[in-house]
């Protein structure tokens, strides 16, 4: 039997099995889209938090800058490390031209 004659055997309503595989496909589709789109929301939120996460530790180094270099701090330390001290008014120079 020729293949022709074979499928005239199966009275096979065409327009019917042509919708019935768009909706299959457009069905898979749609799962595969939404797939995408829950492992593109997982890794947004893992980006939230590593952000999250940065902010809070440029906000401590901030604040540890800001301790570190306090005038006060720092005078504290040329005192101690340095021996150095604020010069009185007879021991400042001033240079004419």
Same mark, same amino acid.
């Given at each position: 039997?020729? %293949?022709?004659?074979?499928?005239?055997?199966?009275?096979?309503? /065409?327009?019917? &099995? @042509? +919708?019935?595989?768009?909706?299959?496909? =457009?069905?898979?589709?749609?799962?595969?889209?939404?797939?995408?789109?829950?492992?593109?929301?997982?890794?947004?939120?893992? %980006?939230?938090?590593?952000?999250?996460?940065?902010?809070?530790? /440029?906000?401590? &180094? @901030? +604040?540890?800058?800001?301790?570190?270099? =306090?005038?006060?701090?720092?005078?504290?330390?040329?005192?101690?490390?340095?021996?150095?001290?604020?010069?009185?008014?007879?021991?400042?120079?001033?240079?004419?031209?």
């Amino acid at each position: 039997m020729k %293949l022709k004659q074979y499928l005239e055997q199966f009275d096979i309503n /065409w327009p019917l &099995l @042509l +919708l019935a595989l768009l909706v299959i496909i =457009s069905a898979v589709s749609v799962i595969y889209a939404k797939h995408l789109n829950r492992n593109e929301f997982i890794q947004l939120q893992q %980006l939230e938090k590593q952000r999250d996460l940065l902010n809070e530790e /440029w906000g401590r &180094l @901030l +604040l540890e800058e800001s301790t570190w270099g =306090s005038p006060s701090r720092v005078e504290q330390q040329v005192r101690s490390r340095l021996d150095m001290i604020v010069p009185k008014a007879d021991m400042t120079v001033v240079i004419k031209r």
